[in-house]
């Protein structure tokens, strides 16, 4: 936790200024947001599953292609 005392004859705004920049450098803020903004990991089945059905995806873009029914401008875009 950071925690300053305030000097004498110092303003307010100077101490919020000191602050700001130990809470900076203590890291308070980095940490904050690496637990607000976590991503849980997905099961090894929801990986699998997810990657099969890319690898089904592509293979049928690809068969599309081949076929003519859809242009590589249309993939790209």
């Known amino acids: 936790m950071a925690e300053i005392k305030r000097h004498d004859n110092e303003t307010t705004a ?6 700001t920049k130990k809470v900076q450098q203590a ?3 980095k940490r904050v947001k690496q637990i607000r ?5 997905q099961s090894e089945f929801k990986e699998r599953k ?3 059905r890319r690898i089904a995806r592509r293979k049928e873009v690809e068969r599309l292609q081949k076929l ?10």
């Open 14 to 19: 100077s101490a919020l200024r000191r602050f």
């Open 27 to 29: 890291g308070v803020l």
């Open 37 to 41: 903004f976590r991503e849980r990991k």
């Open 50 to 52: 997810n990657a099969l």
């Open 68 to 77: 003519g029914k859809i242009s590589m401008e249309r993939k790209n875009a």
